[in-house]
């Protein structure tokens, strides 16, 4: 039985909304002005084409705390004593409002009314439907079911023959693009693709058997041999069939891609289960602030991908820019700070909401 919620799911969310948060107030390409040739600074940027970095893990790592979270979400109501299938409304409702905060974003990101699926709220809609789908069945049939969507995915890319769309891992001359083609009449500048959703779904359905194995195995050491076994076997197999000839490319969600991040985030999971590891007394004391982005993830997601990048930067830069001057900090340097307290504030807002038990849920 479900009885309390478990902090290393909220505070790794937390986690991977920081990154998120840093990348919207301009953190990363602050830095990179400073530093364009810096290897860590480079890997807050995407891969261009092949390769994978560690911004590309982020909406990974997203996806898959996102089935974490729904397994228990899920199973805690089931406890408190609704049936599956009175949890339908509520879940078909949630893709709904995903799929319609996700459109919302991009057309406030263009500045005109536009419709796109290229947001990770509208693959987040598609891939919580196909898991909550799967949750009462078997961890075989779960697993099974992950590996036809993502053989099916692979198999569409490779073995379709339609003209002009026919290079697998070449950008917009791939499946993808055609289908985008299809859905949207149009095809993204980044070279991302839509059904990306279809692949990106085992990284959910993954996360979602994370979060049974964490609750319904003991003892927690156990939790943690197989968390890093997991890790270090996806990391294996997904680099393994990019040496084979099956490219890691993140923009395409390719099948090495998928399993080598879902290898890298396992990891990154374990390190904060391990914190954990005894209960509620963690090893190590991590920022509060870290468990109020968690508690709070689909507002401040929207909050910061909104008003952040659209506002709040330019805001603070009247006062942070006045104070540089004064200062006689560079202007570069100013930049720098500018996001970093734009990132302050975001986190300040997450925590204010916390201490008022403020939650804004779909």
Not at 54 to 69: N, R, T, V, Y
Not at 142 to 151: I, K, T
């Amino acid at each position: 039985m479900i009885k309390k919620r478990f902090p290393a799911i909220d505070y790794f969310r937390g986690f991977i909304l920081v990154l998120l948060a840093a990348e919207s107030a301009g953190v990363y390409s602050k830095l990179q002005d400073l530093f364009p040739h810096s290897f860590v600074v480079q890997q807050f940027f995407h891969a261009s084409w092949e390769g994978l970095h560690f911004l590309d893990l982020f909406q990974p790592g997203f996806m898959m705390i996102a089935g974490s979270a729904l397994y228990f979400s899920t199973y805690k109501r089931i406890d408190e004593g609704a049936s599956y299938a009175e949890l339908w409304p509520k879940v078909l409702k949630r893709t709904f409002l995903l799929l319609f905060f996700g459109i919302i974003l991009i057309c406030v990101h263009r500045g005109e009314m536009v419709f796109e699926l290229w947001n990770v709220l509208c693959q987040l809609a598609f891939t919580t439907l196909i898991t909550f789908a799967l949750l009462r069945f078997s961890i075989p049939l779960q697993l099974a079911a992950s590996l036809f969507l993502l053989l099916l995915s692979h198999s569409l890319y490779v073995f379709t023959d339609i003209p002009g769309f026919d290079q697998a891992y070449t950008p917009d001359k791939n499946f993808g693009s055609y289908i985008d083609m299809l859905l949207m009449g149009k095809l993204s500048s980044g070279h991302w693709i839509a059904m990306n959703a279809i692949p990106t779904a085992a990284h959910t359905i993954w996360g979602a058997l994370i979060g049974r194995l964490i609750h319904r195995t003991s003892p927690p050491r156990t939790v943690l041999r197989t968390l890093i076994g997991l890790g270090f076997l996806g990391i294996i197999v997904g680099y393994g069939l990019d040496l084979a000839g099956l490219p890691i490319i993140k923009r395409t969600a390719t099948l090495s891609f998928t399993v080598a991040s879902a290898g890298w985030v396992t990891l990154m999971m374990a390190l904060f289960y391990a914190n954990w590891i005894h209960d509620d007394k963690p090893r190590f004391q991590l920022p509060a602030y870290l468990n109020s982005m968690g508690n709070n993830s689909i507002f401040i997601y929207l909050f910061f991908e909104t008003l952040v990048p659209q506002w709040l930067t330019k805001m603070t830069y009247v006062f942070v820019g006045f104070a540089a001057k004064l200062s006689q900090i560079p202007s570069d340097w100013a930049q720098v700070i500018n996001a970093f307290v734009a990132l302050a504030i975001v986190i300040k807002v997450a925590s204010f909401l916390d201490s008022k038990k403020i939650y804004w849920k779909l």
